[in-house]
């Protein structure tokens, strides 16, 4: 057997470098810190860019064959399925072309009666197509990652919707990619309007509990809720534009010992399996900034709560 | 060095292959969420396994530090808590290295076994960061994915290896 074949140096008896111990000690601290930073702090976007765009060749070179595959798969899809689903949009845009031919007269006497009324014009937005990469590989929340990102100007806290409704909001912007949390998430909540009854309330993400779904909290138990109601965005929060459909209303359930009813909602976007999305800017950059706070009346009331 | 009887010699291990299969499976767990499984739960932590293979057979070249470094990068990837699998692999690697010198005493089959806890205890720290955290429960598919991790042992120990058991003087019998 030729020289140089084993391993013939012995291992260093004395330096060995610091313990596992210690060194599992230093790095689970270091682990932990990281967490707190992550959730309680929100400090550690820099380290997860720095490390995102060493991470992106990788992942580029991943996405690769996917997306191959994905063409051929395409390629060789029935033509029988695309003729159907032609045909479904045809019906669907028979249904809709009535209501647009309506749209803008409707548009027009709006204008009328807002500029009567004195009220503000409802900003438009801008959009962005971009496309749904993959699913965020985290079990534990509910993201989408799409292929646009700060390259292409979009902002975090962009809404994010599909050809249905809302699908989401971007969270996290890297370079060339961004990072959508969907409306199950359970860190999302979105402010939704009854457009049944224009009742106002505030839908939670949900995922775990009801199988993907959302739950409209706090409305009260005897509240004007009935199943099959469309939930629209209301405006008010200064991200999603008005109007836009968010959840339609899948279960109500009236309990004696709450005095709230627990109202379970099915999302309008397609949360699972979306591909085409469009990236919409906050509304909060077109409407007026908030006044500021009258300092007397904060005062006054601090008084009298005493 | 004393080994198990019958055990073959091997070559001394190529350290750019330890980081060229590391990468690889870094690459095979991307590979799994991109194209294949996309969110699911029960999906085998490749990088884990190969992690806690280099830690038992090369404790001094692959040790915790590069499992608290993969650990960041797979957090990175899936957009999740930022530490969560740091730790989680920081862990496993520690405990890997704790029996190394005696998990190469047993065969193949029983150290998958052997393994299998190691991977459950990385999954039950990951599992109580996240939900510490707020996060969503997962479903219990997710318990899958500790046994799909050892029943991948053999296939593992047989793969890494393949490369320090070449013949030391290749002939025309044996020309690898």
Redesign the interface.
């Known amino acids: 057997?030729?020289l140089g074949?084993?391993?013939r140096t012995p291992?260093p008896f004395f330096r060995?470098g610091s313990s596992?111990?210690s060194?599992?000690t230093v790095?689970?601290a270091?682990?932990?810190?990281?967490?707190v930073?992550?959730?309680r702090f929100r400090v550690?976007q820099p380290?997860?860019a720095v490390?995102?765009s060493?991470?992106y060749p990788?992942?580029w070179?991943?996405?690769q064959?996917?997306a191959w595959?994905r063409q051929i798969s395409g390629y060789f899809q029935n033509l029988g399925a695309a003729q159907a689903a032609q045909e479904q949009a045809q019906r669907k845009l028979g249904l809709q072309s009535q209501r647009a031919g309506q749209v803008e007269q409707l548009m027009l006497e709006n204008e009328r009666l807002r500029r009567l009324l004195a009220l503000r014009t409802r900003p438009d937005t801008a959009a962005r197509a971009a496309q749904v990469?993959?699913?965020?590989?985290?079990?534990?929340?509910?993201?989408v990652?799409i292929d646009r990102g700060f390259v292409d100007g979009i902002a975090a806290g962009s809404p994010v919707v599909d050809e249905t409704g809302v699908l989401g909001q971007v969270t996290?912007v890297y370079a060339s990619v961004s990072?959508v949390t969907l409306v199950v998430?359970?860190?999302l909540a979105i402010p939704v309007l009854n457009t049944r009854t224009g009742a106002r309330g505030v839908a939670f993400g949900d995922?775990?509990a009801t199988g993907g779904g959302l739950e409209l909290r706090y409305m009260a138990a005897n509240a004007d809720v009935l199943p099959g109601d469309l939930l629209a965005t209301s405006g008010v929060d200064g991200v999603y534009p008005a109007g836009l459909q968010v959840a339609s209303v899948d279960k109500v359930e009236r309990r004696g010992d709450t005095a709230f009813a627990r109202i379970l909602l099915r999302p309008v976007a397609l949360v699972a399996g979306v591909i085409h999305v469009m990236v919409l800017k906050p509304v909060d950059s077109e409407i007026a900034p908030r006044p500021a706070p009258d300092t007397a009346t904060a005062t006054a009331r601090k008084t009298t709560r005493k | 060095m004393i080994m198990r009887q019958g055990q073959q010699l091997l070559l001394p291990a190529n350290p750019f292959f330890i980081w060229g299969s590391l990468l690889c499976a870094l690459l095979l767990n991307l590979l799994q969420n991109m194209g294949l499984w996309g969110r699911a739960a029960w999906t085998p932590d490749i990088l884990a396994l190969v992690l806690v293979f280099w830690s038992v057979h090369q404790p001094l070249r692959v040790g915790i530090g590069a499992a608290f470094v993969f650990g960041l990068c797979v957090d990175v990837h899936q957009g999740g808590l930022l530490g969560a699998h740091a730790l989680a692999y920081v862990v496993l690697s520690f405990l890997a290295i704790t029996i190394h010198r005696r998990l190469l005493w047993f065969s193949v089959p029983s150290q998958a076994v052997q393994v299998l806890p190691l991977f459950a205890v990385a999954l039950l720290i990951e599992l109580a960061a996240q939900l510490l955290a707020g996060g969503t429960f997962p479903g219990w598919s997710m318990l899958l994915a500790p046994g799909v991790e050892a029943l991948l042992w053999p296939v593992v120990s047989v793969l890494l290896l393949v490369p320090q058991r070449r013949a030391p003087d290749p002939d025309a019998n044996r020309p690898l």
């Not at chain 1, 270091?30 to 967490?35: E, T």
């Not at chain 1, 990469?133 to 993201?143: E, I, T, V």
């Open positions: 057997m030729p074949t084993l391993d291992p060995q596992a111990l060194k599992l790095f689970s270091l682990a932990l810190f990281l967490m930073a992550d959730v550690t380290v997860r490390l995102a060493a991470l990788a992942q070179m991943v996405l064959p996917v595959a990469l993959y699913d965020a590989a985290d079990p534990f929340s509910r993201k990652i996290r990072e998430d359970r860190d995922a775990g």
